[in-house]
């Protein structure tokens, strides 16, 4: 893997994981719930989890579509699914609100995984892979491809990881949740921007 793949897949994950509907504030109202720092760990083992399942798992969609069809129509859903979801996520966002305070360590890892699936973190990494000088279609088309998209997920899923867990302790430790509260920016916006800018990416690539 290049420094400059290195550095868009770590930089994705950190960008992912600034978003508070990505877990870190989950972990937060956990460990205030219990009074207990020692959930933020526990909450952000169980995301990370949830986060590298849900990438690996789009990402294993798209191999396998690979060896079915041809690039142009791998390349052309990606493209269409990522201006999808940017157009929900701008127009439409509805965070589930039937998740209840009283979860486990599995009931986070599922929440993680349905969480990242609906934001499309798999296909930025899958779209993430025309830009760091890699075609479509050879990874798509490689016997071995599904590990070529192992480290990207993994590496993706360390920055998301790095940023909930900081930005988690940073919250508690502070007791920051208020001051957040009121002056936090929108992520759901950003993240329908950077899906646009990916589709069209990929559109004119």
Known sequence: MSIEALGFY???GLFHGLNPAMGWLFAVALALQHNSFSWIPRAVGALLVGHFLAVL????????LGKALSPFWVKGLSGIALFGFGFYWLFRARHPNW???NVGIMDLVYWSFLMASAHGAGLMVFAGSSFCGKPFFPWSM??????????PSVVHSLGYFLAIFLIATVVFRADLLQFFYKKWINFDILW??????AA??????
């Open 10 to 12: 770590l930089g994705l």
């Open 57 to 64: 798992f789009t990402c294993g969609i798209f191999v396998l």
């Open 99 to 101: 998740v209840g305070m």
């Open 142 to 151: 490689q016997g071995g491809s599904f590990k070529l998209f192992l480290y």
């Open 192 to 197: 329908s921007i950077s899906l646009f800018l």
């Open 200 to 205: 069209m990416g990929i559109a004119l690539g």
